[in-house]
Protein backbone atom coordinates (compact mmCIF):
# COMPACT_ATOMS: atom_id res chain seq x y z
CA UNK A 1 0.00 0.00 0.00
CA UNK A 2 1.59 3.32 -0.69
CA UNK A 3 0.79 6.65 1.10
CA UNK A 4 0.98 5.32 4.19
CA UNK A 5 3.48 4.86 6.69
CA UNK A 6 3.18 1.45 8.49
CA UNK A 7 3.97 1.36 11.89
CA UNK A 8 4.40 -1.78 14.27
CA UNK A 9 1.59 -1.75 16.91
CA UNK A 10 4.13 -3.52 19.33
CA UNK A 11 5.39 0.66 19.93
CA UNK A 12 2.34 2.03 20.49
CA UNK A 13 1.09 -1.22 22.63
CA UNK A 14 4.62 -1.44 24.56
CA UNK A 15 6.55 1.65 24.11
CA UNK A 16 4.76 4.80 23.68
CA UNK A 17 4.00 5.20 27.58
CA UNK A 18 7.58 4.71 28.00
CA UNK A 19 9.06 6.98 25.10
CA UNK A 20 9.66 10.85 26.35
CA UNK A 21 7.05 13.14 23.67
CA UNK A 22 10.67 14.06 21.85
CA UNK A 23 11.49 10.61 21.19
CA UNK A 24 8.51 9.75 19.95
CA UNK A 25 8.61 12.75 17.23
CA UNK A 26 12.00 11.95 16.27
CA UNK A 27 10.94 7.38 16.19
CA UNK A 28 8.04 9.00 13.83
CA UNK A 29 9.81 10.79 11.85
CA UNK A 30 12.89 8.03 11.26
CA UNK A 31 9.38 5.30 10.40
CA UNK A 32 8.69 8.31 7.80
CA UNK A 33 11.84 8.35 6.14
CA UNK A 34 12.23 4.85 5.79
CA UNK A 35 8.82 2.39 6.17
CA UNK A 36 7.01 5.07 4.70
CA UNK A 37 8.61 4.97 1.21
CA UNK A 38 7.99 2.47 -1.21
CA UNK A 39 10.51 1.83 -3.90
CA UNK A 40 9.28 0.58 -7.66
CA UNK A 41 9.35 -3.29 -6.86
CA UNK A 42 7.16 -2.41 -3.60
CA UNK A 43 9.91 -2.61 -0.98
CA UNK A 44 10.19 -0.13 1.90
CA UNK A 45 13.79 0.91 3.29
CA UNK A 46 15.08 -0.42 6.56
CA UNK A 47 17.54 2.75 6.86
CA UNK A 48 17.88 6.29 5.47
CA UNK A 49 21.13 8.68 6.03
CA UNK A 50 19.19 11.76 7.83
CA UNK A 51 21.55 14.43 9.08
CA UNK A 52 21.01 16.32 12.00
CA UNK A 53 19.51 19.66 10.78
CA UNK A 54 16.99 17.49 8.91
CA UNK A 55 15.94 16.08 11.96
CA UNK A 56 15.80 19.59 13.46
CA UNK A 57 13.72 21.23 10.33
CA UNK A 58 11.05 18.10 10.47
CA UNK A 59 10.78 17.88 13.89
CA UNK A 60 10.79 21.03 14.98
CA UNK A 61 13.22 20.53 18.27
CA UNK A 62 16.51 21.75 19.47
CA UNK A 63 19.90 20.10 18.11
CA UNK A 64 19.94 18.95 22.18
CA UNK A 65 16.55 17.73 22.00
CA UNK A 66 17.21 15.70 19.04
CA UNK A 67 20.24 14.69 20.25
CA UNK A 68 18.54 13.34 23.61
CA UNK A 69 16.03 11.69 21.44
CA UNK A 70 18.11 9.59 19.45
CA UNK A 71 20.20 8.59 22.39
CA UNK A 72 17.31 7.14 24.03
CA UNK A 73 16.44 5.32 21.35
CA UNK A 74 18.85 4.06 20.88
CA UNK A 75 19.34 2.70 24.22
CA UNK A 76 15.55 1.51 24.48
CA UNK A 77 16.84 -0.70 20.94
CA UNK A 78 13.95 0.98 19.39
CA UNK A 79 16.14 2.49 16.33
CA UNK A 80 19.48 1.94 15.07
CA UNK A 81 22.39 4.17 13.43
CA UNK A 82 24.74 2.66 11.32
CA UNK A 83 27.44 4.58 9.15
CA UNK A 84 27.54 3.77 5.66
CA UNK A 85 28.54 0.19 5.65
CA UNK A 86 25.94 -0.75 7.81
CA UNK A 87 28.27 -0.94 11.10
CA UNK A 88 26.49 -0.03 14.11
CA UNK A 89 27.27 3.38 16.11
CA UNK A 90 25.72 2.67 19.41
CA UNK A 91 27.19 5.42 21.66
CA UNK A 92 27.64 9.24 20.62
CA UNK A 93 31.29 8.69 20.53
CA UNK A 94 30.47 6.31 17.84
CA UNK A 95 28.14 8.39 15.95
CA UNK A 96 30.42 11.92 16.10
CA UNK A 97 32.66 12.61 13.34
CA UNK A 98 30.85 10.48 11.19
CA UNK A 99 30.02 12.12 7.50
CA UNK A 100 26.97 10.14 6.82
CA UNK A 101 24.60 8.46 9.80
CA UNK A 102 22.08 6.21 8.58
CA UNK A 103 18.55 5.47 10.54
CA UNK A 104 16.12 2.92 10.70
CA UNK A 105 13.99 0.94 13.29
CA UNK A 106 14.89 -1.93 15.26
CA UNK A 107 11.23 -3.00 14.25
CA UNK A 108 9.85 -3.88 11.12
CA UNK A 109 6.33 -3.21 9.95
CA UNK A 110 5.60 -6.99 11.54
CA UNK A 111 6.65 -6.10 15.13
CA UNK A 112 9.58 -8.50 14.85
CA UNK A 113 13.30 -7.46 15.45
CA UNK A 114 15.30 -6.85 12.28
Known amino acids: MRNVTPIPNTLFDKYLSQLKPSETIVLLTIFRQTNGWVDEYGKRKS ?7 QFMKKTGLSDKTVTSAIDGLIEKRLIKATDIQGNLLMSPQQRRGK ?5 GPYYKTTGKNA
Open 47 to 53: RDWITHS
Open 99 to 103: PRIFY
